[in-house]
């Protein structure tokens, strides 16, 4: 009843006042539906993006499964960068891929592709032992090692398990020594007026610390400890190679030095000169190569990177790093 007391005027400005009243609110909705849709395409995007990634990038692991396929071929096995625990070359990776080749039935021969400084004795000695294994219960499977651009210390260690190492003539062969590393910051404490504390409840506990002086009978122990290491890896390489090792002749070849492949032939170091695919085709006759690597993706590589790698690099700088074959 109060609307029709009201004036013409009156009652048009209210017809007006709620036309936009709808307007704004059939606004408001249409915004709202339209970012709903917004946000479930963008989902749906997000999802396929991240399908896609799974199933056709290198992101995705292949869980170290390797199909050969029919036919007989040359399992190979990439030794690639430092042996060490975690890493690539590590002894999981490098076993499991053995174990896998020899299983195969296709397999007619192994070749481990070496291009590594070294790195772990503990990683190389399991790896030199487990090729020696395997060697025994196949003995109709050879094992080749072939040096890429570096096959030294730990890696050498590794190939002197093999039947047999080629190189090629300007690949970096040798370096059977041992090295441990560190930094001593004693000096440095003592010009920024810095008082280290350090409790221990053994004598010798810190002896690593690179803080705390350096003492001439611990200097001596850890010396002992790196000719033990040394030792053992002479030996196994004498074990390896037997009497093509030509040791009697160059004792220096045991002093950590370093030929090229022209040289490591001449020193009964390798074999032969010959790349992958030669020893694939010329020595065990079967040309077609499997890569038998176990592989990770590079989304593990960077999870390990980011715990354990930190400490791995951070180690040597603080003199907590082990021996290393180098």
Known sequence: MADEWKAPEEKAEDKSWKLL??????????QRRARRWGIFFKMLTFAYLFGALLLFSPW????????????AHTALIEVRGMIA?????SADNIVGSLRAAFRDEG???IILRINSPGGSPVQSGYIYDEIRRLRALHPDIRVYAVITDLGASGAYYIASAADAIYADKASLVGSIGVTAAGFGF??????LGIERRLYTSGEHKAFLDPFSPARADEAEFWTSVLETTHRQFIDSVRKGRGDRLKADEHPELFSGLVWSGEQALELGLVDGLASSSQVARE???AERLVDFTRKESPLDRF???LGAGVATYLSPWLGLQGPVLR
């Open 107 to 109: 397999t007619r021969g």
């Open 186 to 191: 004693v000096g440095t404490l003592d010009k």
């Open 60 to 71: 995705k692991s292949d869980s170290g499964v390797v199909k050969a396929g029919g036919g």
């Open 85 to 89: 625990d975690e890493e690539a070359a």
């Open 283 to 285: 020595v065990i006759g």
């Open 303 to 305: 999870a390990k990177k």
């Open 21 to 30: 009243e709808k307007a704004v609110l059939a606004s408001v909705q249409e």
